[in-house]
């Protein structure tokens, strides 16, 4: 079965600077996908950032990039200029290709990200 | 699109009351879920379906109830409330397939069981 291991329960980040959260997964599949999910006080879950395991390029969304090392099973998020209203709960996720209930997200437990002023 | 709805936003029930949760999605997804999410445990999966008339368990479904009559709604049954079913609860929707992988999620309900 595939895990999910986030091994920073709380980060720190002052404001305008860069944060990289950390993700690793385990899994024997070759095709799937990662996630990263924020969610803001309000508890709404927002995807950040999705990734094809089947892509050497990391994927980027404005601020927010990815570190994929598919060897490493490694999943990191780096959020650059970093802002009040990134601070949050994030999470990252896994979700194999496979279908039934192989194919559901299995999610880390969390990094709360706090950014100072 | 209204994407993914939930109601109710927050519920109180006494311990052995029943209650549903709706979710609902205009997105035409065929794969549906519920979630819980409870402190220092990231969220997990109680119920998903895959289609209309397809359900089946997650990782905690016990305590729970689900069906699946139209692609767009999926409701969750709480059969007797109990305490240990206080928590956050998302419901989820995703097409399967490609690029189409990403799960949308509701708002979430808050439920606290006295």
């Known amino acids: 079965a595939q895990t999910v291991t986030q091994s920073q329960p709380e980060m720190s980040v002052q404001e305008a600077e860069t944060v990289t959260l950390s993700c690793t997964y385990d899994?024997?599949?070759?095709?799937?996908?990662l996630f990263w999910y924020k969610q803001p006080p309000s508890r709404q879950m927002i995807l950040v950032i999705r990734?094809?395991?089947?892509?050497?390029q990391n994927a980027t969304e404005n601020r927010f990039s990815v570190n994929f090392q598919k060897a490493a099973k490694s999943f990191s998020l780096k959020i650059s200029d970093s802002q009040l209203g990134d601070a949050a709960m994030y999470f990252c996720?896994?979700?194999?290709?496979?279908?039934?209930?192989?194919?559901?997200?299995?999610f880390g437990k969390g990094t709360k990200l706090s950014v100072k002023p | 699109n209204a994407g993914v709805t939930q109601t109710p936003k927050f519920q109180v029930l006494k311990t052995g009351q029943s209650m549903t949760l709706q979710c609902a999605q205009d997105m035409n997804h065929e794969y549906m879920s519920w979630y819980r999410q409870d402190p220092g445990m990231g969220l997990r999966l109680i119920h998903y379906?895959?289609?209309?008339?397809?359900?089946d368990q997650g990782e905690v479904p016990n305590g729970y109830n689900v069906s699946r009559s139209t692609t767009e709604d999926f409701p969750l049954r709480l059969l007797s409330a109990a305490p240990s079913q206080t928590s956050v609860y998302f419901c989820?929707?995703?097409?399967?397939?490609?690029?189409?992988?990403?799960?949308?999620f509701g708002p979430g309900t808050r439920l606290l069981v006295l």
């Open positions: 989820a929707s995703s097409y399967r397939g490609g690029s189409r992988e990403t799960q949308y």
């Open positions: 899994t024997s599949e070759s095709d799937y996908y």
């Open positions: 996720a896994y979700r194999s290709p496979l279908g039934g209930s192989q194919g559901n997200l299995i």
């Open positions: 990734q094809e395991a089947y892509k050497q």
């Open positions: 379906s895959v289609g209309a008339g397809i359900t």
